[in-house]
């Protein structure tokens, strides 16, 4: 049996606005996803701010319905069975809400572990082991208001254990989270795996996804962009090289003259405090780096480095694809007539 | 006014006529803007329901409660919360009109600002005024006209101003309330006990010679007290006493000043002790 | 889930939930002064009025205010206060119907008035030196705890109704005086017009009050705080049924709406 097998799934949000004369605008979050994980597999969800991944997994947890489309937790339909679904899935996301502050790292699992049903007889030992687990031990007594963001992140991942759960959401678990405590969270992340959990998981950080997922799917714009191992994703950018160059000052223009030289598949710049780091995605052992410059010009420049590309590049790659086709490549008949925004697509926030 | 002035719409090197348009412009503007983003209660169920219901519900509450134990007559209870009506509006108002900005994390970014704080503050104050007012205006209609009570005609444009100071004075107590909120985490505990208070201490609702003598004392500092004698006496028929105007506006002048006063003190206070960004 | 499963999670429930409350200055005050506030003036009011006899009745009055006004405040909002807290979504996620999870929050909610009812019968001995000669003095403390539980169940239609209808939260602040009124809490419901006594006999709060006054002063025998006990608890568990009702629907148009964590 799958541990997730996602059909089409889509989802609209309407928002009304003004009171005596009331409007509705409708925008598509996620427009057909379809994916399976397998009982035991590591399934990675990434993409951009507003790509549909926290709706996605709202939409599999039972939080949301969806609009259309189904969806089966362990064989459960999320939608007509909730119940079945809840009892043997966790929910996990991140940030520093969702516990009560004013309570007892102990009092809120005591009070989680009563809600979701676990055995008043194993109570005392579930939560020793997982204060355990996730190094809250000799701390449990202590109100949560006092704890730091990784302290309460880890709190969040002893209370979505608690039940046992045979399938974790992880939303974006790592955010604001110090890079000693993100490794830590990866380590439990990957021993839940090895225990056989099934975990989907949400993030940002390349590194976390490359390091952790057995699969990944790359969501922008509502829809899967890419599907496949870590290897494969950056196989779609292994016949190319990156060029990194140090710049200060480089706008769009610049970068659009690079992407006009032939050879670049793509540029863009990122911002790293005072400097930029401008990226351009080349074919591979061609030599650009003197167009590339060329079209710098005016632009004060310092290190350039030529590099093999990363899940990142891979990542970059594909969400700037999607960009470049959106909006227009959005099929079917409910193609948002009143989409608010460019991209028609919101996320709601955890 | 300083005079380097960055940023301000009045240009480089302002006059003293530009410079009072631009005062204004804080005021009128600064004063609205804040008031729809700062106060809870603008939509309209939520004005309707927790500002103009809600205290004649509990105008209703109070003239039953008269009638049962036989203390004073409708129009002393009527009066009294019509003018005490306004205290919801004006006391939590002013108290959001400082306090949320900390709710928002927006508090920091109010105090960089180069301008003047006087027309700042004021500015904000200025829409729980007519707020208020019109509360007490509706109050009092509604309730005049559920209970069957008359108020003579030639009362109505002397009532106007007394409510007017009234809710001004109040909203004077909220923003030096709310200024508390620049050093105090939970000032809206402060500003819902003060309110409950003004229905004690006012003789909104209980005779103030039945009380003792310190917290007659107290009631005498407070605004709305001052007010709603002079609406019992106007509405009446008893001509409008000038002095029960004059002492509201009074205290009313009073709490805006220690108003000014305690602002300037906390600003200047939470850049030494940090308490700015403390939520 | 067992019965005896459920009662272990309301009081589990109840339990958290009334010490994350009372470790709240803001809620304690809630809770305290403003009762405080009307105690004294109901004091003064009864003294006013020649009517020293009732001053116990005054203080219980106020009491009983407090509990209603904690009540009202804590379950109306009780989904919107675990939705600021970030707790919603972990709540519904869990296997345990929405009704089970949100009892014992309105539970609590009732159980934090009880400091008001505390509060005001200690503050009325030692500031007015109101007699503390209850009529029946175990009954009291029989009638309280019933008037609190039923109460508490009332919540639950009040948290379920808030969020079953869009603003419906508007109407917190304006039904805190009027139930007040038409419980009798401070004063019988004699005064008030008669088409508003079917109302009244509506309302678990009326019997609450009825019962806790009639335990209060004298004059009345057991029955009559007895028997409106019993009422209040059959009218408090019909208003928990229909709560239950209503918050099936709740959930699925919470689910359909995405109204979950967006405020």
Avoid at chain 1, 11 to 33: C, D, H, K, Q
Avoid at chain 1, 109 to 137: C, H, T
Avoid at chain 2, 138 to 164: D, K, M, N
């Amino acid at each position: 049996m799958l541990a997730i097998e996602a059909k089409n799934l889509r989802r609209t949000y309407t928002s009304r606005t003004g009171f005596l004369r009331p409007r509705r605008t409708e925008t598509e979050a996620v427009r057909g996803i379809t994916f399976e994980v397998a009982c035991g597999e590591l399934f990675g969800l990434l993409g951009p701010n507003g790509a549909g991944k926290t709706t996605t997994i709202k939409m599999l947890n039972t939080l949301l319905l969806p609009t259309s489309g189904t969806a089966r937790v362990l064989g459960h339909d999320v939608a007509s069975d909730p119940v079945a679904v809840r009892r043997r899935i966790g929910y996990v996301f991140g940030g520093d809400r969702g516990l009560y502050d004013r309570l007892s790292a102990l009092d809120n699992l005591r009070y989680f572990a009563e809600l979701y049903g676990v055995e008043p007889r194993d109570q005392k030992r579930r939560i020793g082991e997982l204060l355990d687990l996730v190094g809250l031990a000799g701390r449990e007594k202590e109100r949560v208001e006092g704890y730091s963001r990784g302290m309460r992140q880890r709190l969040h991942i002893a209370r979505g254990l608690l039940h046992r759960p045979d399938v974790l959401f992880l939303d974006e678990p790592s955010i604001g989270v110090d890079p000693v405590a993100a490794r830590d969270l990866r380590r439990t992340v990957a021993d839940l795996r090895a225990g056989g959990t099934t975990v989907l998981l949400t993030t940002h950080y390349m590194a976390e996804a490359d390091e952790l997922c057995d699969r990944i799917a790359v969501i922008a714009g509502g829809t899967i962009r890419a599907l496949g191992t870590p290897d494969r994703l950056k196989s779609r950018v292994q016949e190319r090289g990156i060029l990194e160059i140090e710049a200060y000052g480089a706008g769009e223009e610049h970068l659009e003259r690079i992407r006009g030289v032939s050879g670049v598949h793509g540029a863009a710049a990122e911002e790293r405090g005072s400097r930029q780091a401008v990226i351009v995605q080349t074919e591979r052992g061609a030599d650009l780096h003197g167009q590339v410059l060329a079209a710098l010009d005016g632009v004060r420049v310092g290190r350039v480095v030529t590099r093999e590309p990363t899940l990142e590049d891979a990542y970059i790659a594909i969400v700037e694809e999607a960009d470049a086709l959106a909006p227009t490549d959005v099929p079917g008949p409910t193609d948002a007539p009143a989409s608010t925004d460019a991209s028609g697509s919101t996320e709601v926030a955890a | 006014m300083p005079t380097r002035t960055p940023h301000t719409d009045s240009g480089s090197a302002p006059g003293p006529y530009r410079r009072t348009v631009s005062a204004l412009r804080l005021v009128v503007v600064g004063g609205a803007l804040s008031y729809r983003a700062l106060f809870n209660w603008t939509t309209p169920p939520m004005f309707i329901g927790t500002l103009l219901v809600g205290p004649l519900l509990q105008l209703l509450f109070f003239v039953f409660l008269g009638r049962q134990l036989h203390v004073a007559d409708d129009r002393f209870y009527l009066l009294g919360n019509a003018v005490v009506s306004a205290s919801t509006a004006c006391v939590y108002g002013g108290t959001m009109a400082v306090a949320n900005e900390r709710r928002y994390g927006t508090l920091g970014a109010v105090l960089l600002s180069p301008r003047n704080r006087a027309p700042l503050w004021f500015g904000r104050a200025i829409p729980y005024v007519l707020n208020g007012l019109v509360i007490s205006v509706f109050t009092l209609s509604a309730a005049c006209l559920l209970l069957g009570l008359r108020i003579p005609v030639e009362a109505l444009p002397g009532l106007g101003a007394v409510l007017l100071a009234a809710a001004a004075g109040c909203s004077a107590f909220g923003l030096a309330l709310g200024a508390l909120g620049l050093r105090f985490r939970d000032v809206f505990l402060v500003s819902n006990v003060a309110s409950s208070v003004l229905l004690l201490l006012t003789g909104a609702n209980v005779p103030r010679e039945t009380l003792p003598a310190w917290m007659r004392a107290l009631g005498d500092v407070l605004p709305l007290t001052h007010a709603a004698d002079a609406a019992r006496q106007l509405s009446a028929g008893g001509g409008l006493d000038g002095r029960g105007i004059v002492a509201e506006l009074l205290t009313g002048a009073g709490y805006a000043l220690l108003a000014v006063v305690l602002l300037a003190l906390f600003e200047r206070g939470s850049r030494r002790r940090a308490t700015l960004d403390v939520m | 889930m067992t019965l005896v499963r459920a009662v272990r999670l309301i009081g589990v429930g109840v339990r958290t939930h009334v010490s994350y409350m009372s470790r709240s200055p803001l809620e304690i005050t809630f809770a305290v002064l403003v009762p405080l506030v009307y105690a004294t003036l109901a004091v003064y009011l009864f003294r006013a009025a020649d009517d020293p006899d009732r001053l116990l009745t005054a203080a219980v009055g106020a009491g009983l205010m407090g509990i209603w006004s904690s009540v009202l405040f804590g379950s109306g909002g009780a989904v919107q206060n675990q939705r600021w807290l970030g707790t919603l979504e972990t709540l519904v996620a869990s296997p345990t119907p929405l009704s089970l999870v949100l009892l014992p929050i309105t539970l609590a909610t009732a159980v934090i008035g009880t400091y008001a009812m505390g509060a005001t019968v200690l503050w009325g001995a030692v500031l007015f030196d109101v007699p503390l000669d209850f009529a029946h003095p175990l009954l009291f403390l029989a009638a309280v705890p019933v008037c609190v539980l039923s109460l508490g169940m009332m919540g639950l239609l009040l948290a379920a109704t808030f969020v079953l209808l869009r603003n419906a939260n508007a109407l917190a602040n304006p039904l805190d005086a009027p139930v007040w009124l038409l419980s009798g809490m401070l004063v019988p419901v004699t005064v008030l017009p008669d088409w508003t006594r079917p109302v009244s006999w509506a309302l678990p709060t009326t019997w609450g009050s009825r019962a806790v006054h009639a335990a209060t002063s004298g004059g009345a025998g057991a029955g009559e705080v007895l028997v409106p006990m019993g009422v209040a608890l059959g009218l408090g568990a019909l208003y928990a049924l229909l709560a239950v009702l209503v918050l099936g629907r709740v959930e699925r148009r919470a689910r359909a709406a995405a109204t979950l964590a967006l405020a």
